[in-house]
């Protein structure tokens, strides 16, 4: 089976622009989970969800939004980029919300200049 | 503010010894934990979990918690060179930002040949 994948690997912005990252979850999982990470630092939770609706949004501004599909495939958009935002963005998918079953893609890493 | 702490290290040991790694963190409400091993340029790999007190062995690996300490801990017996990586330490709270994972920092194991 295929496991978690997420386009683009790479990307690269300037300030200002907006960016659309996106994620399909292994076959038969039905939560997915974004986290931001920094360089040299641990992930942090920006959204989950499950069954197409957020169950869940960790400390991040408006300008980060999500949402799931049908298909239980996602998308991470973000507005009026930083430079700060620049990191690798992982998605990851579930059975369920619990993380026991969860799984991280390969990521996208994206460079704000 | 909840968080998982962890000594970024680098933690040197040489091969086939014990790597024994730490993680404490501050909600007391944390349900479950979990240890992933991250390779440099790629995404974490669940390695275990633990929700009871005291340990858990898979395979060299052993996780150990002490909820009344806030403490978890992750042993590597017979260490290889393969296992260089960082470890991160996440913890799962339920709370109103939904059913999220929380990571440290991660700690970098060096082990040499």
């Known amino acids: 089976d295929a496991g978690v994948t997420q386009s683009p690997t790479h990307l690269i912005k300037t300030r200002g622009q907006h960016v659309t990252l996106r994620c399909s979850p292994i076959s038969g999982h039905k939560s997915v989970s974004w986290y931001q990470q920094v360089l040299g630092q641990g992930p942090q939770f920006i959204f989950q969800?499950?069954?197409?609706?957020?169950?869940g949004r960790g400390n991040f501004p408006d300008r980060f939004s999500a949402r799931q599909f049908p298909n239980y495939s996602s998308e991470l958009n973000v507005n009026a980029l930083l430079l700060g935002d620049s990191a690798l963005y992982l998605c990851?998918?579930?059975?369920?919300?619990?993380?026991?079953?969860?799984?991280f893609g390969p990521g996208t890493r994206l460079l704000v200049l | 503010q909840k968080e998982v702490e962890q000594n970024s290290g680098p933690l040197s040991v040489p091969e086939g010894a014990i790597a024994s790694l730490n993680c404490t963190y501050s909600d007391r409400g944390s349900q479950s934990f979990f240890w992933y091993r991250q390779y440099s340029g790629k995404s974490p790999e669940l390695i275990m979990f633990?929700?009871?007190?005291g340990d858990k062995e898979d395979g060299r690996f052993t996780a150990q918690l002490n909820k009344a300490s806030q403490y978890v801990s992750l042993l590597i017996r017979d260490s290889q060179p393969s296992d260089s990586a960082t470890y991160l330490c996440a913890v799962n709270t339920l709370n109103n930002a939904g059913n999220m994972l929380t990571f440290g920092g991660g700690t970098r194991l060096m082990v040499k040949p």
């Open positions: 969800y499950y069954e197409k609706e957020e169950r």
């Open positions: 633990i929700y009871s007190n």
């Open positions: 990851a998918s579930s059975l369920v919300v619990v993380p026991e079953t969860q799984y």
